[in-house]
């Protein structure tokens, strides 16, 4: 099973450009990488997802290396809104091979 | 659209007491269904999945069971709480085929006291 690594938290100012990396070292070929966003007291909510390469939609970019051991979330020109708690999931042959990660608290500052 | 729903949202309960939680998914069929718990401040544990009606996976051994009276109602169970099942309780569901896309409930916060 792929055990995920994520930064405890981070910190960043709105209008910056934030990247959260998941380490994933024993990734299997038919898992995917899913980051979801959770604020406090909520579930949490789908950002995105992908296999390799790049990713992008209208809230953030999926980056994942060729080797995929690990994964980046960009979270473009963040706000203060942005301040939450974001996981990566890596899994997708069956449900009892979903990996979550511990999560990352970012706060993002004025 | 899809909308899933739990109740209740917020639980004071005492040591010992028994646990009803109840989740229903509307809009979509045969869906996978999780339990997920959350300790103040920590990640996701998942508890128990199922991938149709009677059929329940236990991912962690505790006190806590699951069942699946209805192809889009999920409801978590205990006959005795303990202090450390307090936290949040989160279900969520994805289509039958994929797993990573999951769609979580709005939560019910659980205090043992």
């Known amino acids: 099973l792929a055990k995920t690594t994520q930064p405890i938290s981070m910190d960043s100012y709105e209008g910056q450009e934030v990247n959260i990396t998941c380490s994933h070292n024993n990734i299997a070929t038919n898992d995917y990488i899913t980051w979801y966003q959770q604020f406090p007291s909520q579930g949490p909510r789908f950002i995105i997802q992908?296999?390799?390469?790049?990713v992008t939609n209208e809230v953030a970019s999926l980056f994942i290396p060729a080797d995929r051991k690990s994964s980046t979330l960009s979270l473009p020109r963040v706000s203060l809104s942005d301040t939450a708690v974001y996981y990566c999931?890596?899994?997708?042959?069956?449900?009892?091979?979903?990996?979550w990660g511990a999560g990352t608290k970012l706060i993002i500052k004025p | 659209s899809q909308t899933i729903h739990q109740w209740p949202a917020t639980l004071v309960q005492p040591v010992g007491s028994p646990l009803s939680l109840e989740c229903t998914v509307e809009?979509?069929?045969?869906?996978?269904l999780y339990w997920y718990r959350q300790a103040a401040g920590r990640g996701l544990q998942l508890l128990f999945y199922s991938v149709g009606i009677g059929q329940i996976s236990s991912e962690v051994p505790q006190n806590l069971s699951a069942s699946r009276p209805q192809d889009r109602q999920f409801i978590l169970s205990s006959k005795k709480l303990l202090l450390s099942d307090s936290g949040f309780y989160l279900c969520?569901?994805?289509?039958?085929?994929?797993?990573?896309?999951?769609?979580f409930g709005p939560g019910t916060r659980l205090t043992v006291l």
């Open positions: 992908g296999y390799k390469t790049k």
């Open positions: 999931l890596v899994g997708g042959d069956s449900n009892y091979q979903l990996i």
């Open positions: 969520a569901w994805s289509v039958r085929s994929s797993y990573n896309e999951q769609f």
């Open positions: 809009g979509t069929s045969n869906p996978n």
